[in-house]
């Protein structure tokens, strides 16, 4: 009872999760950087490379060592008050970050129910377009036009069943077209026919028709020439 009252209690939302900032300063840093800028540009020229030759080359070395030494002294305390002016707002970060993969963590596995719950749902819708399309005299089965709309919760049965007419109408159409092509061709249409039904792609179908439109073709010019090649023999046999 008391974890039940919890829940109703406790809701997390983007208004409910509302950072508020009970005190904020902006950073402040009083540092003499300016003059130490100011002072190195004043300084540098005396460092100009035309001021070394071979005849002070100890010298050359003495002053490179010197301003390397200088440079990294000068980065390693910025880094350090940088690390020091950060820390508050790297604390701050981090906490905001953990509650941040909380909140996702438990987002994530709230998904996993829903998309559980929604399979479930898809299922049976399929089941029942399934059921439906048996239903209908169909020349295919429902996975050559199958669409994955239909298991959408937005679309009803009765839309599901208005497409399916429609394209098994579609489909006998083209079937009723491909007989006439055939012209009383019984086997030839039943080729198209076989043809179509696996691709349900017309236009591959007609190049399937053009393609036996030529063996057939070129069997009968084949048997022509076979017949004339026969009569040809026949006549140069001399009588007895």
Not at 38 to 43: G, L
Not at 73 to 86: Q, T, W
Not at 159 to 171: A, C, D, F, Q, W
């Amino acid at each position: 009872m008391e974890e039940s009252s919890l829940m109703n209690e406790v809701k997390i939302s983007d208004d409910s999760l509302q950072l508020v900032v009970t005190e904020k300063t902006l950073g402040k840093l009083t540092t003499n950087a300016r003059q130490i800028r100011d002072m190195v540009k004043e300084s540098l020229p005396k460092y100009d490379v035309s001021n070394y030759n071979d005849d002070n080359i100890d010298q050359a070395k003495k002053d490179k060592a010197a301003l390397n030494k200088a440079a990294k002294a000068l980065n390693d305390k910025r880094i350090e008050l940088e690390s020091e002016f950060n820390k508050p707002f790297e604390e701050f970060k981090q906490v905001v970050n953990e509650a941040v993969q909380l909140i996702k963590q438990c987002s994530c596995k709230i998904d996993d129910v829903v998309k559980a719950n929604d399979q479930i749902s898809r299922d049976r819708k399929m089941q029942d377009v399934r059921n439906l399309y048996k239903t209908l005299d169909s020349p295919v089965i429902i996975d050559k036009i199958f669409d994955s709309r239909w298991l959408n919760k937005s679309v009803t049965l009765h839309k599901v069943e208005e497409e399916m007419t429609k394209r098994i109408s579609e489909i006998n159409s083209q079937v009723d077209y491909l007989r006439n092509l055939a012209n009383d061709d019984a086997a030839t249409f039943e080729a198209l026919k076989a043809q179509y039904l696996i691709t349900l792609d017309l236009n591959r179908t007609l190049d399937y028709f053009n393609q036996l439109k030529r063996q057939k073709e070129q069997k009968e010019a084949e048997e022509a020439n076979r017949m004339a090649d026969k009569a040809a023999q026949s006549i140069a046999i001399p009588v007895p």
